[in-house]
Each structure stands twice: as C-alpha cells, then as structure tokens.
C-alpha cells in the first residue's frame, strides 16, 4: 500500500498469483464490449490506449490482440511482470510501474483510457481524474468498466455485512464503486460530456461454493476489507465460517451468480478556436 505525497493506494501484489484465477471478465463479452464502443464511435478503430491501473493486463491484451497500441500502468510490479509475461512478442502492448497520478505520458498523447476497479482503491482518485484527461487527447474517451456482480455471492455479503455493524472503518480508499454519481459530477465539472451505453445484455453466469468463497476471504484476496484491524477481521471471518456451517449443505453449497458489464464513458471537451472578429 504505497504512499505518496498525494495519498495512499491499495497494491495488490501481496495477491498477484491469485488474481487472474479469482477474477475474469469472459472474452466474448469483453469483445462484444469493445465492439460496441467502436460501432458508437467512443473508441476509435485505431490508436494508442492506456490502460490506468491495468493489474495484469486482463481488460487490454484483448485491445493489443484487437491492433491498439496499449500501455499499460499499475503501483504493483508483481501484477505488471504477469501482464507482461502474458503479452505475446509481436502484440504493440507494454505493462510499466507507475502511480496513475503521475504517469510517464505526454499531454494528450492517447487515443483512449480504459480503466477498471481502480478509482475505489486510490484515495485521492480526483487526481487520478485529472492526470488521466491530462494524457488524453480532446474529444478521446475515459472508459470505465466494471463486472457487475460478479463479487455479490451470499458468503461475501455476510462477511460485508457483519464487517459494517461491528467496525467504522471505511471500505475503499477512494470511490464507493456502487455509486456512480460522484465520478459523473466530477467529471463533467472538468467539461467532459457522459456518453450512455447500455451494456446490461452483455452477462454471463459464475458458480461458486460457499466454501471456495469463504476460502477466498481467508486468503485476503478483497481490497475493500484489507483496512479492517487485523482482530476484526478474524472475528469477522469466524463468524462467517460458522455461518456457512450452519447453511443448508454448508460449504459445498452452490450459488450462481449472473454478472454484467457496466461502463461509464465520458468524452473529453474539445477545445474551440477563438471566434476571428
């Protein structure tokens, strides 16, 4: 959990090893995704991508298969050496180190950004706005995405509920990804306009045990909680196993889960020549 003089932001590489395996956006509907946003004009046919806090590459080795150029930017070197252990040679994608507050890019250098689950886990994600309409070029997009109940299963749910009655501490570092309007309002205050896409069609199904779900939380692999005490979070994990234990089937109970992509896509303002007189 580096910090800098801008604030603090969750580093995953604590988790690296485990992340591809416990998150997944399916590639046909990713690539449906990116289709759509190309057929709707809010991302261009060709061009340079950045890709703010891309993790290990999971939503732009896709955009690289597809001929983007992309960089990609993350604080986790551990998550970065996967991304770039999984990009093919001849792919234009390149995965570095850096904060998203200060990145290694001109003004106006890309064509696009595409992030997803970063803005909940940097702590002053204003600045993280700011630097990414910085690179941008006017009238490119910022293209948020997000799976969409993908995380949502009964064993989590207890555990997050059980964590809210007994602890103030505050979830995310920065924004709650359940309420979308502040990132709305923030940036059409900086002058970019809101483009509407539905994505809602593009779902799938996850399965899931109430075993390997509680396996999960054991491993820590969940950002939002990692700022609980470390005595709360055991507590909490324990009442959460004798939960699960006290379920019909227990452990080896299955729960499916029907996950959807949602974005939020906002255009960059172009700049108007001044009127000649």
């Known amino acids: 959990m580096p910090k800098t003089d801008a604030g603090k932001t969750s580093n995953f590489s604590p988790i690296a090893d485990r992340y591809d395996a416990t998150r997944e956006i399916p590639s046909a509907q990713l690539g449906a995704c990116y289709e759509r946003l190309v057929r709707q004009g809010l991302l261009p046919v060709a061009g340079t991508i950045i890709d703010a806090g891309c993790g290990t590459g999971q939503i732009s080795l896709m955009l690289a298969e597809l001929g983007y150029e992309v960089r990609g930017y993350d604080v986790s070197a551990a998550m970065i050496r996967i991304a770039q252990a999984k990009c093919r040679v001849e792919l234009k994608a390149r995965y570095a180190v850096a904060d998203v507050r200060s990145l290694p890019e001109s003004d ?8 997803s689950k970063l803005l909940q886990h940097v702590e002053d994600w204003q600045s993280a706005c700011r630097e990414l309409l910085r690179v941008l070029r006017p009238g490119g997009c910022l293209i948020e995405l997000n799976d969409r109940g993908a995380f949502g299963n009964s064993v989590r749910k207890h555990f997050a509920r059980c964590a809210d009655a007994s602890e103030r501490t505050q979830r995310y570092l920065g924004l709650d990804p359940h309420d ?15 483009v509407s896409v539905d994505t809602t069609d593009l779902k799938w199904e996850k399965a899931i045990s109430y075993g390997e779900a509680l396996d999960q939380l054991q491993e820590r692999l969940f950002a939002e909680f990692w700022y609980l005490p470390n005595a709360a979070y055991d507590r909490i994990l324990a009442d959460t196993a004798h939960w699960v234990d006290s379920q019909p089937e227990g452990r080896s109970r299955i729960e499916v889960l029907a996950p959807y992509l949602s974005l939020q896509v906002f255009r960059k303002a172009v700049k108007r020549a001044a009127a000649i007189e």
């Open 108 to 115: 106006g250098t890309c064509d696009a950004v595409v992030l």
């Open 180 to 194: 979308r309007e502040p990132l709305t309002a923030f940036l059409m205050a900086q002058g970019c306009e809101a």
